[in-house]
């Protein structure tokens, strides 16, 4: 069987620094795009360090209303993933155009023109970025894992039918309750030195 040629694949073009660490993916089941979605981890560096998690219409079959079952399901894979390939610092959230499932749940239907193109990618970013919020509101709930926070950075695309990358948005990772108090009252120490030194 002939390899993938990942420059055959689609481009991306955006610009970010690929994780270091193991990655949770997440995407749509489009049989169209199986080759492309993997030529695309391939060329971050990800080839055997990505939990694939698959649900039609990827953001919107976790957010859409209605079916919290469907949430349910992805978050507890998701704590699976993170526990049994840790450690993870990454989630991606692929989104794909022509999306037979924002045809189906939303009865969305996008053209070619340029003013269709737009109001297809703000649609996908709108779900998107609501489910990377999701994502870090659980992660900051989670109990450690190997005596380290779970922190999770969330960056979402859109694929083309071409396979070409394009970067819908970044969640840099939340700090944790614990970092955020500990910067709180070294505020609050340098708060009173200041006050001491002026008196």
Known sequence: MPSLNPIAMGRILSEYPPPRSNVVL???MDLRLVDELASFMDRDNLTNRYDHLIM??????????????????FFEHLDIALKVHWPVE?????????????????DAHFGDSPKEQARELKTHREYASQLA??????AALQT??????????????????????ELLG???ARPTASASKNRKNGAAKTGKKSRRATS
């Open 26 to 28: 997440l995407s749509c």
């Open 56 to 73: 039609a219409g990827a953001a919107l079959g976790v957010m859409r209303p209605g079916h919290d079952n469907w949430r349910s399901t």
């Open 90 to 106: 990454d989630i991606y959230i692929l989104e794909h155009r022509s999306c037979g499932a924002y045809a189906k749940f939303l």
């Open 133 to 138: 919020e999701e994502i870090q509101a659980w």
């Open 144 to 165: 450690p894992i190997n005596e380290k926070p779970v922190r999770l950075n969330v960056r979402s695309f859109l694929m083309d039918l071409r396979g070409d990358i």
């Open 170 to 172: 970044y969640h840099p």
